[in-house]
């Protein structure tokens, strides 16, 4: 069972960045057939994608996140990156990586989670 592992959340100020790391457990089993993605999640709230690497390689990012979130993976590494830039008080969530498998065809995986405050 591949396991996902955030870790990089924190405070920030306004203004300022935190880059997000997600480890997999172990090399993911065809792994060109996944999309990886970052999600957030406020309390009361349904957890919502922020960015997604399609196959292909093709970045999509959430309006209220565009140009100023980049997301990046190393897949010899087996690691999904989230740089955050200029963070609002409103990028406030948990953030969650994911791991899936358009269609079903394959498992797909959560991260645990990591909290994300920016404040000043």
């Given at each position: 069972?591949?396991?996902?592992?955030?870790s990089g959340g924190g405070l920030?100020?306004?203004?300022?960045?935190?880059?997000?790391?997600?480890?997999?457990?172990?090399?993911?089993?065809?792994?060109?057939?996944?999309?990886?993605?970052?999600?957030?999640?406020?309390?009361?709230?349904?957890?919502?994608?922020?960015?997604?690497?399609?196959?292909?390689?093709?970045?999509?990012?959430?309006?209220?996140?565009?140009?100023?979130?980049?997301?990046?993976?190393?897949?010899?590494?087996?690691?999904l990156f989230l740089q955050m830039?200029?963070?609002?008080?409103?990028?406030?969530?948990?953030?969650?990586?994911?791991?899936?498998?358009?269609?079903?065809?394959?498992?797909?995986?959560?991260?645990?989670?990591?909290?994300?405050t920016v404040s000043s």
């Amino acid at each position: 069972q591949v396991q996902l592992v955030e870790s990089g959340g924190g405070l920030a100020q306004p203004g300022g960045s935190l880059r997000l790391s997600c480890v997999a457990s172990e090399s993911m089993p065809a792994d060109h057939l996944y999309e990886w993605a970052w999600y957030r999640q406020t309390p009361g709230t349904p957890r919502t994608s922020v960015a997604v690497i399609r196959r292909g390689g093709r970045s999509v990012y959430a309006d209220a996140v565009k140009g100023r979130f980049t997301i990046s993976r190393d897949s010899a590494e087996n690691t999904l990156f989230l740089q955050m830039d200029n963070l609002k008080p409103e990028d406030t969530a948990v953030y969650y990586c994911r791991a899936e498998s358009p269609g079903g065809v394959l498992p797909n995986y959560w991260g645990n989670g990591t909290q994300v405050t920016v404040s000043s």
